[in-house]
C-alpha cells in the first residue's frame, strides 16, 4: 500500500481511511483497529490468499453501515452483516471472518432463524487494549486492489437514485466543501473520549457518536459521496447529507455560499393527512397498490371510505388537520400528556418500548418538542398486537383516526403505513417538486434531506416560492407549513 498522510494533528490518531485513487472510493477504520490487525498478520500469519485491502474493507463495514444508517438501533452494538453480500466482494469472506474471530479483532453474535437477522459482529476492544485520552483523526492509504474497487463501486454507484434523482445527485460534487479545520475546533469534545471511562460489556454510545460524527465529516471533506434509492423499501433518497449528523451542517457551504433548508412541519402527520384527504387521488392510489396486497385494497379503500365520510370522523380530523396545517401539531399534542417536566438540567425524560430489543428505554430530550416528535412515531408507527402506551391515549381522543390507522396496519406488517407515508412523501419531494424546479431552474443547487428541500442562500427566496405552488398543485390545496433553517445559523445570513 501506499501511504498518503493527513495534516498532522497534535492529537492521537486512532481513524484511517484508504482508497483508490482513480475511483475516487475511500473507507474509514480505526487506527487502533488497523495497528492491532498489523501486529496480529506478524503474529499469527493469515491464510493463502488474504488481501489487506479486502480485510479492510470487511473491517469498515462496523463503521460505516451505522454511519449510514445512524437512526437504525443495533442491539448491543453488533452490526448484522449478510453473508450474500460479503461473498459478492470476496468468495474466500468466511476466512477473513474466521481469522478476524481467531485474532479476536472482532465478536460476534450467531444468526438469529427466528428474526432472520443475519450474523452480527463488533469491534472487540476487551482483546484491543488502549487507554486514556483518544482523539480521533486519520491517515489515508491508497488501495492498488482495482477488482474491489469495481466491486465496491459497482455496488453503490450503479442504484435506482441516478436514474431517478439526476437532478438532485448531480449537486453532490466538487463544491460542497466541509471547513475541516474549524469543524474539529468546534466539536473537539464530541471527537474525544477518556477509554478509562469506557466499558467494553455491551457498545458504547460515546465511541459511536465519536466515529458516527467523523465518519460523516471525512466523507465530505474527502468528496466520497454516496447516493442510494430503493423503491422496495422507503423510497427516500439516501445521501451523504441525509446520514449526516445535523452538527456538522453549519460547517458546510456549496462555492462558497451558505446552505439554507425549507422544512415540512409535521411532516410525517402532514403526510398521513395528504393520505386521508387524496386516497382517491390516483397517484395516491398507485402508490397504496404498491404497497399493499391489490386483491385487498378494494375491501381497504371502502373501509376507509365508509369511516371518512362520517361525521364523527370529520369532526376529530378537522381538529387535527387544523394542528398539523398550521405547524402546531407537536404543542398541541402535549395537552393529551399531561404531568411531563424537565429535570433540574432542563432536559426532558421519558421511557418508550423498544420493539427491536423488546425492552423499555429511557430516553432524554434537550425540548418537550423534541420528547413530542417520538411521540408522534410511537402513536404513527406502534404495531396493533402490541400497542404503545402513547397510541392508547392518542386514541381516546381520537378514535375514529385511529381507525383509519388501523386499516393500513391490519394488512401484512404493521410497518407497511410507517412505507406507506415515506412512499408518499419520496413521490412529493422526489419525483415532483424537485423536478419540477430542476426544469425550471436548472442552475439552481438543489439537495433534500428527506422532508426537506436545500439550496444556496441567493437562490433560497427563488425556491421557497416555487415549492409552495408546487405543493398547491400536488396535495389539492393540503398546503403544509414551512420552516427555513440556515445551516450556518441566521447571523451569518
Given at each position: 500500500?501506499?501511504?498518503?498522510?493527513?495534516?498532522?494533528?497534535?492529537?492521537?490518531?486512532?481513524?484511517?481511511?484508504?482508497?483508490?485513487?482513480?475511483?475516487?472510493?475511500?473507507?474509514?477504520?480505526?487506527?487502533?483497529?488497523?495497528?492491532?490487525?498489523?501486529?496480529?498478520?506478524?503474529?499469527?500469519?493469515?491464510?493463502?490468499?488474504?488481501?489487506?485491502?479486502?480485510?479492510?474493507?470487511?473491517?469498515?463495514?462496523?463503521?460505516?453501515?451505522?454511519?449510514?444508517?445512524?437512526?437504525?438501533?443495533?442491539?448491543?452494538?453488533?452490526?448484522?452483516?449478510?453473508?450474500?453480500?460479503?461473498?459478492?466482494?470476496?468468495?474466500?469472506?468466511?476466512?477473513?471472518?474466521?481469522?478476524?474471530?481467531?485474532?479476536?479483532?472482532?465478536?460476534?453474535?450467531?444468526?438469529?432463524?427466528?428474526?432472520?437477522?443475519?450474523?452480527?459482529?463488533?469491534?472487540?476492544?476487551?482483546?484491543?487494549?488502549?487507554?486514556?485520552?483518544?482523539?480521533?483523526?486519520?491517515?489515508?492509504?491508497?488501495?492498488?486492489?482495482?477488482?474491489?474497487?469495481?466491486?465496491?463501486?459497482?455496488?453503490?454507484?450503479?442504484?435506482?437514485?441516478?436514474?431517478?434523482?439526476?437532478?438532485?445527485?448531480?449537486?453532490?460534487?466538487?463544491?460542497?466543501?466541509?471547513?475541516?479545520?474549524?469543524?474539529?475546533?468546534?466539536?473537539?469534545?464530541?471527537?474525544?473520549?477518556?477509554?478509562?471511562?469506557?466499558?467494553?460489556?455491551?457498545?458504547?454510545?460515546?465511541?459511536?457518536?465519536?466515529?458516527?460524527?467523523?465518519?460523516?465529516?471525512?466523507?465530505?471533506?474527502?468528496?466520497?459521496?454516496?447516493?442510494?434509492?430503493?423503491?422496495?423499501?422507503?423510497?427516500?433518497?439516501?445521501?451523504?447529507?441525509?446520514?449526516?449528523?445535523?452538527?456538522?451542517?453549519?460547517?458546510?457551504?456549496?462555492?462558497?455560499?451558505?446552505?439554507?433548508?425549507?422544512?415540512?412541519?409535521?411532516?410525517?402527520?402532514?403526510?398521513?393527512?395528504?393520505?386521508?384527504?387524496?386516497?382517491?387521488?390516483?397517484?395516491?392510489?398507485?402508490?397504496?397498490?404498491?404497497?399493499?396486497?391489490?386483491?385487498?385494497?378494494?375491501?381497504?379503500?371502502?373501509?376507509?371510505?365508509?369511516?371518512?365520510?362520517?361525521?364523527?370522523?370529520?369532526?376529530?380530523?378537522?381538529?387535527?388537520?387544523?394542528?398539523?396545517?398550521?405547524?402546531?401539531?407537536?404543542?398541541?399534542?402535549?395537552?393529551?400528556?399531561p404531568g411531563i417536566e424537565s429535570d433540574e438540567d432542563g432536559n426532558f425524560r421519558k421511557y418508550f418500548y423498544n420493539v427491536d430489543k423488546e425492552?423499555?428505554?429511557?430516553?432524554?430530550?434537550?425540548?418537550?418538542?423534541?420528547?413530542?416528535?417520538?411521540?408522534?412515531?410511537?402513536?404513527?408507527?406502534?404495531?396493533?398486537?402490541?400497542?404503545?402506551?402513547?397510541?392508547?391515549?392518542?386514541?381516546?381522543?381520537?378514535?375514529?383516526?385511529?381507525?383509519?390507522?388501523?386499516?393500513?396496519?391490519?394488512?401484512?406488517?404493521?410497518?407497511?403505513?410507517?412505507?406507506?407515508?415515506?412512499?408518499?412523501?419520496?413521490?412529493?419531494?422526489?419525483?415532483?417538486?424537485?423536478?419540477?424546479?430542476?426544469?425550471?431552474?436548472?442552475?439552481?443547487?438543489?439537495?433534500?434531506?428527506?422532508?426537506?428541500?436545500?439550496?444556496?442562500?441567493?437562490?433560497?427566496?427563488?425556491?421557497?416560492?416555487?415549492?409552495?405552488?408546487?405543493?398547491?398543485?400536488?396535495?389539492?390545496?393540503?398546503?403544509?407549513?414551512?420552516?427555513?433553517?440556515?445551516?450556518?445559523?441566521?447571523?451569518?445570513?
Open positions: 500500500m501506499k501511504y498518503k498522510y493527513s495534516k498532522n494533528s497534535k492529537y492521537k490518531t486512532n481513524v484511517t481511511s484508504f482508497y483508490h485513487e482513480g475511483f475516487n472510493w475511500k473507507v474509514v477504520v480505526p487506527t487502533i483497529i488497523y495497528n492491532y490487525l498489523q501486529e496480529k498478520i506478524q503474529e499469527y500469519p493469515p491464510f493463502r490468499g488474504f488481501n489487506i485491502d479486502i480485510a479492510l474493507y470487511y473491517l469498515s463495514l462496523i463503521i460505516s453501515i451505522p454511519a449510514s444508517y445512524k437512526d437504525k438501533v443495533y442491539l448491543w452494538g453488533f452490526v448484522p452483516l449478510d453473508s450474500r453480500e460479503l461473498k459478492k466482494k470476496n468468495y474466500l469472506y468466511k476466512q477473513y471472518f474466521k481469522y478476524f474471530l481467531d485474532i479476536d479483532i472482532l465478536e460476534t453474535v450467531p444468526y438469529a432463524t427466528n428474526s432472520h437477522r443475519a450474523t452480527g459482529y463488533r469491534y472487540n476492544f476487551k482483546a484491543i487494549k488502549s487507554e486514556g485520552m483518544e482523539c480521533i483523526d486519520f491517515m489515508a492509504f491508497e488501495i492498488e486492489d482495482k477488482k474491489i474497487n469495481d466491486k465496491i463501486l459497482n455496488e453503490n454507484i450503479c442504484n435506482d437514485s441516478f436514474v431517478s434523482c439526476p437532478h438532485l445527485c448531480k449537486w453532490l460534487n466538487s463544491g460542497v466543501h466541509i471547513d475541516f479545520d474549524s469543524l474539529k475546533s468546534s466539536l473537539q469534545s464530541d471527537f474525544c473520549y477518556n477509554k478509562y471511562s469506557l466499558t467494553y460489556q455491551r457498545f458504547n454510545p460515546i465511541m459511536s457518536k465519536a466515529y458516527n460524527y467523523w465518519f460523516s465529516a471525512l466523507m465530505l471533506q474527502e468528496h466520497c459521496f454516496r447516493t442510494s434509492r430503493n423503491p422496495f423499501t422507503d423510497n427516500r433518497l439516501h445521501t451523504n447529507f441525509t446520514n449526516m449528523p445535523s452538527k456538522l451542517r453549519p460547517f458546510i457551504s456549496y462555492k462558497g455560499e451558505n446552505i439554507v433548508s425549507l422544512d415540512i412541519k409535521n411532516s410525517q402527520p402532514y403526510f398521513m393527512i395528504l393520505l386521508l384527504e387524496r386516497f382517491n387521488n390516483k397517484r395516491i392510489r398507485n402508490i397504496i397498490s404498491n404497497i399493499y396486497n391489490r386483491s385487498n385494497m378494494g375491501i381497504m379503500l371502502q373501509k376507509l371510505k365508509e369511516t371518512t365520510s362520517s361525521k364523527g370522523f370529520q369532526e376529530e380530523f378537522s381538529i387535527i388537520k387544523e394542528w398539523i396545517l398550521t405547524g402546531t401539531f407537536y404543542e398541541e399534542l402535549e395537552h393529551l400528556f425492552i423499555s428505554e429511557l430516553k432524554i430530550y434537550n425540548s418537550k418538542r423534541d420528547l413530542m416528535k417520538k411521540v408522534t412515531l410511537q402513536i404513527l408507527y406502534t404495531p396493533l398486537t402490541k400497542p404503545s402506551k402513547e397510541y392508547q391515549v392518542f386514541k381516546q381522543y381520537f378514535p375514529l383516526l385511529c381507525s383509519c390507522i388501523e386499516i393500513f396496519k391490519t394488512q401484512l406488517s404493521y410497518k407497511q403505513f410507517p412505507q406507506l407515508l415515506q412512499h408518499i412523501e419520496a413521490d412529493c419531494i422526489l419525483n415532483i417538486v424537485t423536478v419540477e424546479l430542476a426544469k425550471k431552474y436548472p442552475d439552481m443547487p438543489l439537495w433534500t434531506i428527506h422532508d426537506s428541500i436545500c439550496t444556496t442562500l441567493s437562490w433560497f427566496k427563488t425556491m421557497k416560492e416555487t415549492v409552495q405552488g408546487l405543493f398547491l398543485s400536488y396535495s389539492g390545496g393540503v398546503i403544509p407549513s414551512f420552516k427555513k433553517e440556515y445551516w450556518a445559523g441566521e447571523k451569518y445570513c
